[in-house]
């Protein structure tokens, strides 16, 4: 019955009254940016880097730039900020802007993978060799925000990339804030929990979101304050309290960790299409599944995540033989 209604554009009922959810957020005036240059002790390619914080082409907390520099909108401890991170001469410049400007910057060597140790990582196939070789400049992101992983990897969870994509695009647009700063149109930053456990139920069928992914989320954002506390804890005990979230399992809390924390190890396990594309690509195995996938990534044990980045890279994936998931849109019933 909802759907049928039109709801107020900025407000939605609560126990106990109205509060203002999203919208009408007007863009910060650009300010100075404040500013950090940093450089790093090796190759570094910010497209690799950053780009699995990207949640598709239209993502509006990211932007790449036709001269190199990516932009990032981010919800930090210390309030919203957007970084404009690029590279020249072996030297790295960021400029942020925002109150959490300067939570950005400090923490932008470890973003920027320096907390990573790609020597750590010994290849034992040709195709991991070759691909190390072609792309050096490749190392693990550290973001240091749980949640913004979290959100996006709950809507990814067996739906279409698509799918997710453009729920997160949807949903973070109308209820994020406008990017601080200088940004490119449209950019804007991931609501605050609040917010989210504030959109009404027929925003999220319209966004194509089940009942299932946004109870998730909205179980999240509760707990917000305690999830935010993992990122100070070793992976595998980040990922143990995130799964303590009903509907969080090892394919969420894995996706999550891999950006937030920079974990080398932590292998994604429950994905319909990685076991098979790893099998493929070390063994000639299209029908692999985790046991099979994790039994031939176990000599890089340690570096497991990194080994089926690379393996991704290298192109070497199996012939699709069925047609594609069909894609379908909750929002129009």
Known sequence: ????????????????GHAAVGGGVPRQAAGPARVREWVPDGPLDLGLVLGPLRRGPGDPTFRAMPDGSVWRAALTPAGPGTLRVSAAGGRVRGEAWGPGAQWLLQRLPELLGAADDPSAFVPRHRLLAMTRHRRPGLRLTRTGLVLESLIPSILEQKVTTDEAYRAWRLLVRAYGEPAPGPAPGRMCVMPAPRTWALIPSWEWHRAGVDDKRASTILRAVRVAAR???AVRMEPAAAR????????????????????SHGAADEVTTGDLHLPGIVGWALAGDRDADDSVMLELLEPYAGQRHRAARLILLSGRVPARRVPKMPRWDIGQL
């Open 1 to 16: 019955m909802a759907g049928r209604f039109a709801p107020r554009p900025t407000r939605t009922t609560v126990r106990g």
């Open 227 to 229: 999830l935010a506390e």
């Open 240 to 259: 143990a309290r995130l799964e303590l979230v009903p509907g969080v399992g090892p394919w969420t809390s894995a996706e999550t960790v891999q950006r």
